[in-house]
């Protein structure tokens, strides 16, 4: 036979048995297995609707019929000699229904794919009739809502290559079942345990995984403590994700003798160190880090990572400048190194990065011109230059290079202008999201008038002072525009034709001088979202006056002159903001559609009226803020009731009794302020049920009861001030450990407390032991529309704190009748703030432990029957600003030192027994000199914006606060005005001390 014969003979042999092997029939689900199967599908019913609507699903168990071959319905494959039931692929097949421990599923031996991810099995368990299908390789049943504990069977499961349980929020791992698992799952190569909680397995237990892994993902499952290194060494890992948003993990990378297969790296973990040794790496194709705490500067060696296709280094306290190698990855797509401390200037010239197409440099400390390099990436899709310090001019002809371009940011950076060489109209034809903000421009570029595509533009904080209606003819597509900031800005429809912008949703024109509406804003029928906050619009909303925003859903007039409304124009509004206005007579009720409505910081008076409560709002209403009117009246009973998120009443007049608020367990309310009215009688047990509630204000009132104890089994409660009361007895002890244990603020000043001060409750404050590596952001109200305030009283002067940040905490038990001493465990809170016993009847000496309170910044223990001398150890609190120990029975020389030989005799006055500077009396030996420091040295930051720190005097209660955790509003009386200069003197002394 001729040689070329020989493959084509070959070819045909092939192709004759496989087209007869297609023709052989497939072989018959055996009955039994069958069977299974149907009763498995009768036990669920079908329905999508109650499944995630962004995933595409599929009803496969429709086509089950029965007496059919069931190798033959969608997701079943079988054994293609036995006809056993091998895989069952039932992912996102709209399943609902509890999976019982005697479900049919587990009669099918012979399985060895099963996939029901996707389903709602109705929080059932994971039945431990899992481990009976030992002949499973694959599992996955993540996304399909079981709770409850991770039975120990899954560790019977020995020839398991993949697991999957994922994205069931209600899954706890035990420590020992995890041990278990990955004891026996020796061929296990992917592991995904993402979003189930895991807070009691021990982070070493991973070392024993399977040598074998290769994919292993971890994202929020409250690990706590040190991840070990070895895990990196594993020879087969390719993809690593680690996310634990609250830092309580603690991760490092190898630094000598790491390499492997290693293509994806996503850590979000307390991270400090990023060794040289990541450059080692050769295969890695994605590397995400964030949210680190990395001290210096990005490692060059990651320039030796020549596949990498994503680099995300976002937020991560990178410092120094940007190595030049990053720029020398030629295969990367996407680079983002935001929200770090990165300074010096962009590389002048750059080649090879003809594959970027997302570059993100914002929010960093860069300097210099921008590169002209930048203008000729030729995939460059997106590019953020924003907050930084660049400086120069900006060439919008160099700009039309990048032809791809989707979204551009200049925002917050120092460039001179936008100029171009020539007149031409430049034509972005694929911009469609532009950031202008803070770039001092002074009219509205002329550019932007041709890009047709444009739907997002920011021209905010600049100094434009006019927006004509024909600047926008060609912008058809316009959807959001931000002009905010521009002071003062005459927006006019200057067109024959009344121009109208089909797509425009939203406009902001906040803090822009605007006196009245014009009628290009009136006309755009389209808009949702309009802020017109902090402007000079004053007038009357009346029927006949006002016909406009019928399509608003959100709309903010805060901060304005309006003087009445009468009438809402807005049917569809779902958050309407007047607050801060001089709207006068009885509060209207808002339209049925509104979810927030916000009106404190008004004139208004009467009672709250009835239709509040109409049936035809269902539970549509969620934040209802009343605060700070003349409104007066009992509260009607059908607010209790109402699934409320946020209720504040606060600086009114209402009176009668609190409310049965969660008649019925809820979980909806999360914000209880009922500050500074007139209630009384006691507090209803209702509020136990309100189990998702964070913060509960009921100071500055009349209630008359005992401690509510009962509201310790809030687990959620972290804000707590029942100041100003009738509340009065014992605080008695708790057994319970968790009992407000996530409590950061206390206040139980001005009532009639009386006994020993709570000694195990100090104990169980965990929430004001750790909150070094709580996410920096406002405590407050349900959503981003209002943040809860504590109003305090210094002097008879009220101050309001407005906001407040989540890293503080503070105790304020002062002017009670507390006596003995004050417990040592008051040392075990570290985080706190503020610290406040004054005005009791407490005796013994001064904790030495109070030295552990490294964090705070206000301690008062003055006018109470504290014996012997003052510890050394408060010494090392620095930042102690403010420390009144006044009118005690202390002894002896006052510490020296650090912020110690800041205080004044204020501090000490009271106590004859007290020698030493700053106090008259000596010690009989020679003191040490008093600090020198310059009364009129005060910074205009200090003390005459009332947003620093203030000092008391005498037995006058003290409250030291750094700007940077409360603003406050206050009117400041001239002996309020000295102490801030003086307590500004101090800060200002210390920090050039340190300087």
Request: proline content about 5%; glycine content about 6%.
């Amino acid at each position: 036979m001729k040689g070329w014969l020989i493959p084509l003979y070959f070819l045909l042999f092939s192709l004759f048995f496989s087209s007869n092997s297609c023709a052989l029939p497939l072989p018959s689900c055996p009955h039994g297995q069958s069977a299974a199967l149907t009763q498995f599908n009768n036990s669920f019913s079908v329905d999508c609707s109650l499944l995630p609507m962004q995933v595409h699903m599929t009803k496969k168990t429709i086509s089950w019929k029965e007496g059919t071959n069931c190798c033959l319905w969608d997701g079943v494959k079988c054994d293609t000699e036995t006809g056993n039931v091998i895989a069952l692929d039932l992912s996102f097949s709209c399943l609902v229904g509890p999976l019982h421990s005697n479900s049919t599923l587990f009669l099918l031996p012979h399985l060895r794919n099963l996939n029901l991810a996707g389903n709602h099995f109705n929080m059932s368990p994971i039945a431990s009739q899992f481990g009976q299908l030992t002949s499973l390789i694959h599992l996955n049943i993540s996304e399909s809502g079981f709770r409850g504990k991770i039975p120990l069977a899954i560790s019977q499961l020995s020839k398991l290559l993949s697991l999957d349980l994922s994205e069931n929020h209600d899954l706890i791992f035990e420590g020992h079942v995890f041990e278990n698992v990955v004891k026996n799952l020796t061929q296990l190569r992917h592991l995904h345990l993402s979003y189930i909680n895991m807070s009691s397995v021990a982070p070493t237990s991973f070392i024993n995984m399977s040598s074998f892994i290769t994919t292993l993902i971890l994202e929020e499952n409250g690990l706590q403590g040190k991840f070990p290194e070895d895990v990196f060494h594993f020879p087969y890992l390719q993809k690593f994700n680690l996310f634990e948003i609250d830092n309580q993990l603690e991760l490092k990378f190898p630094k000598t003798n790491w390499s492997g297969p290693l293509k994806s790296l996503l850590v979000s973990a307390y991270l400090q160190e990023l060794p040289d040794s990541i450059g080692n790496l050769r295969s890695l194709e994605i590397l995400e880090l964030l949210n680190g705490n990395f001290k210096g500067p990005i490692p060059a060696s990651l320039g030796n990572l020549t596949q990498l296709e994503h680099l995300y280094l976002s937020s991560d306290n990178f410092a120094g400048p940007i190595p030049y190698s990053i720029f020398n990855l030629t295969q990367v797509q996407f680079l983002d190194l935001s929200g770090n401390k990165l300074v010096g200037s962009l590389p002048s010239k750059v080649s090879g990065l003809s594959q970027l197409s997302i570059l993100r440099l914002d929010h960093n400390f860069l300097s210099g011109r921008v590169p002209s390099w930048l203008f000729s990436l030729p995939s460059l899709v997106e590019l953020m230059l924003n907050s930084n310090k660049l400086n120069g001019t900006f060439e919008l002809d160099k700009l039309s290079e990048i032809s791809k371009l989707e979204r551009l940011s200049l925002s917050d950076n120092a460039l001179s202008s936008f100029t171009s060489a020539s007149n031409a109209n430049y034509s972005l034809p694929n911009l469609v999201s532009l950031e202008l903000s803070s770039c001092n421009i002074s009219e509205f570029p002329n550019f932007v008038r041709n890009l047709e595509g444009l739907y997002f533009l920011n021209l905010s904080y600049n100094r434009v002072h006019v927006i004509e209606a024909d600047m926008f003819l060609k912008l058809k597509g316009l959807e959001v525009l931000d002009l905010s900031h521009n002071i003062p800005l005459f927006v006019r429809n200057n067109s024959e034709v009344d121009l109208v912008l089909p797509l425009f949703v939203e406009l902001s024109l906040s803090s822009c001088n605007i006196t009245e509406l014009s009628n290009f804003l009136t006309i755009q029928e389209s808009l949702n979202f309009l802020d017109l906050s902090n402007n000079n619009i004053q007038g009357q909303v009346t029927e006949q006056e006002n016909n406009w925003g019928s399509n608003l859903v959100d709309l903010d007039l805060s901060k304005n002159l309006l003087t009445a409304l009468e009438y809402y124009p807005w049917k569809s509004i779902e958050i309407l903001d007047l607050g801060s206005n001089l709207l006068e007579g009885p509060l209207v009720t808002p339209p049925p559609s509104t979810m927030v409505f916000l009106i404190s910081n008004n004139r208004l008076n009467g009672e709250i009226p009835s239709s509040i409560c109409d049936p035809a709002r269902s539970d549509y209403l969620l934040i209802l803020d009343l605060s700070y009117n003349n409104l007066s009246g009992a509260i009607s009973k059908c607010l209790g009731l109402r699934h409320l998120a946020g209720l504040n009443l606060q600086g009114n007049s209402f009176h009668g009794n609190v409310l049965d608020f969660c008649v019925e367990r809820n979980s909806v309310l999360e914000s209880l302020n009922l500050n500074k009215n007139d209630f009384d009688g006691s507090l209803p047990k209702s509020l136990a049920n309100c189990s998702g509630l964070e913060v509960l204000n009921l100071g500055n009132n009349k209630i008359n009861d005992t401690y509510p104890y009962w509201l310790g089994d809030l687990p959620g409660l972290k804000v707590l001030v029942l100041r100003s009361n009738y509340f009065h007895g014992q605080i008695a002890h708790s057994a319970n450990k968790s009992h407000f244990s996530n409590l950061q603020i206390l206040d139980l000043s001005h009532n009639m407390f009386s006994g020993f001060l709570p000694t195990t409750y100090f104990t169980n404050f965990k929430g004001m032991m750790n909150l070094a590596n709580v996410d920096m952001a406002y405590m407050g109200g349900p959503s981003q529309y209002y943040t809860d305030s504590i109003v305090l009283t210094m002097k008879g002067e009220e101050i309001v704190l407005e906001r407040i940040l989540t890293i503080f905490a503070a105790i304020d038990m002062s002017s009670n009748r507390f006596e003995g001493t004050i417990p040592e465990t008051v040392g075990n809170l570290i985080s706190l703030i503020v610290l406040n016993f004054s005005h009791n009847h407490l005796t013994g000496h001064i904790p030495s432990s109070l030295g552990n309170l490294a964090a705070l910044e206000s301690l008062d223990l003055s006018c109470n029957r504290l014996v012997g001398e003052i510890p050394s150890q408060l010494t090392g609190l620095n930042f102690l600003e403010v420390l009144n120990l006044s009118d005690n029975h202390l002894v002896g020389l006052i510490p020296q030192g650090k912020q110690f030989n800041t205080f004044l005799n204020d501090s000490y006055v009271g106590n004859t027994g007290l020698c030493g500077f700053p106090v008259s009396k000596s010690c009989g030996r020679s003191d040490p000199p008093p600090a020198i420091y310059d009364e009129r040295e005060v910074d205009s930051a200090f003390g005459l914006n009332g947003k620093f720190v203030m000092m008391g005097y005498g037995c006058g209660l003290v409250f030291g606060f750094s700007a940077g955790y409360i603003m406050m509003t206050i009117r400041k009386p001239k002996w309020l005005v000295g102490m801030i200069q003086r307590a500004g003197n101090r800060v200002l002394r210390r920090f050039k001390k340190n300087r």
